[in-house]
């Protein structure tokens, strides 16, 4: 996650074009703790929407599955099968059930929403063990792209924080006929690799300990270790959302979702792949190139900033302010840590009700 935001925090930097269809790319498009204080517009899901405090919901229904591009993905669905599209995109080291709370709400509202495990996650498995275990950015996009074409899904409210946003903000700068709105946590997130390879200041880089980590073996071998990946994503729980007190049993329901066959190889190229030392796959050279020139992101777009995460630049949004050029809103979440949705649902859902009715 060493984007724009991370340099933004250093240097005070800030972080429509026409789309390329995923028609041309094979095998891809056909389905096969405390309360938030916000912004103007802030407040708690309203109409039949009831209230949700962090881990209000044990759980989500029985999980589905289906063929979607190059995965198999297992999803969970909540709401009328004909509302208008809600997609919510989870991070890493995450899973769906940082939307555990804020799929009722928005399910109550009349939404379908639909929360998929991303690749190398869960119950979502590739369809080929010949497939690379690439994560690079438009990769993970054009996954949901896939998804949303298998579930007859034409246009969505694209929801997300941490690689869900910056996947979010992929497809709504370069696909914005698919995306409705856009809610991001932290802003705009595509990454920049020029940008990457320039070094921060040390307090900056501190917080992407586990990024350098991943660059090495050692840090892919933890990965791959049972024991020793449980102790390490659950400090980075602990480092990036230091107000909410969550516990064992909500940490380990997340943390099964780490057990699968390519999660450690899925997570390290997403992390060597951002900083440069690990190849993409040339096929979506295209798409790369043209999210390295930061397109601006049109749709009607809000977006959060967590005051207590270590990656959230200062500034109140203004670093990348200019990235969105359509209606837009930004609000910060006062004692809330990096896992949004998780942390403050009834915000996160608040959010996304707005922005799809402005």
Not at 37 to 59: D, I, M, R, V
Not at 106 to 111: D, F, K, P, Q, S
Not at 117 to 130: A, K, N, P, V, W
Not at 333 to 352: K, S, Y
Request: hydrophobic residues 45%.
């Amino acid at each position: 996650m060493i984007d724009r935001r991370a340099l933004g925090k250093v240097l005070g930097l800030g972080a429509g074009a026409a789309a390329l269809s995923p028609a041309g790319l094979p095998g891809l498009w056909a389905a096969q703790p405390a309360a938030a204080s916000t912004g103007a517009g802030g407040g708690a899901p309203s109409s039949t929407a009831a209230a949700a405090g962090p881990g209000a919901s044990a759980g989500f229904p029985r999980l589905r599955r289906i063929r979607a591009g190059l995965l198999d993905v297992g999803y969970a669905e909540l709401g009328p099968a004909h509302g208008p599209a809600v997609v919510c995109l989870h991070g890493w080291p995450y899973d769906i059930h940082s939307y555990v709370d804020v799929a009722p709400l928005l399910a109550a509202e009349g939404y379908r929403v639909i929360v998929p495990y991303l690749r190398g996650h869960g119950t979502t498995r590739f369809l080929s063990d010949r497939t690379m275990r690439n994560a690079q950015q438009s990769v993970i996009a054009l996954d949901v792209l896939a998804l949303m074409g298998a579930l007859k899904i034409e246009k969505a409210v694209l929801a997300g924080f941490d690689w869900g946003a910056r996947t979010a903000g992929v497809v709504a700068a370069l696909w914005p006929e698919r995306c409705t709105a856009l809610v991001s946590v932290g802003g705009y997130l595509v990454t920049d690799r020029e940008a990457n390879l320039r070094p921060l200041a040390p307090v900056a880089e501190h917080a992407w300990w586990y990024q350098y980590y991943f660059a090495t073996e050692r840090g892919r071998l933890a990965m791959e270790d049972k024991a020793l990946r449980h102790d390490l994503t659950r400090l980075v729980w602990d480092a990036v959302s230091p107000t909410w007190a969550f516990d064992d049993a909500t940490f380990a329901r997340t943390a099964a979702a780490f057990d699968h066959p390519d999660h450690a190889a899925v997570v390290v190229h997403n992390y060597r792949w951002r900083l440069s030392l690990a190849d993409g796959e040339r096929r979506y050279d295209a798409l790369e190139e043209r999210l390295a020139a930061r397109p601006v992101i049109g749709v009607p777009a809000l977006t959060l900033d967590a005051e207590r995460d270590p990656f959230t630049v200062p500034g109140g949004g203004a670093a990348y302010r200019d990235r969105f050029t359509g209606p837009y809103e930004h609000r910060t979440l006062t004692g809330i840590g990096h896992n949004v949705p998780q942390e403050a649902p009834d915000a996160f859902a608040r959010a996304v009700l707005d922005v799809d009715r402005s």
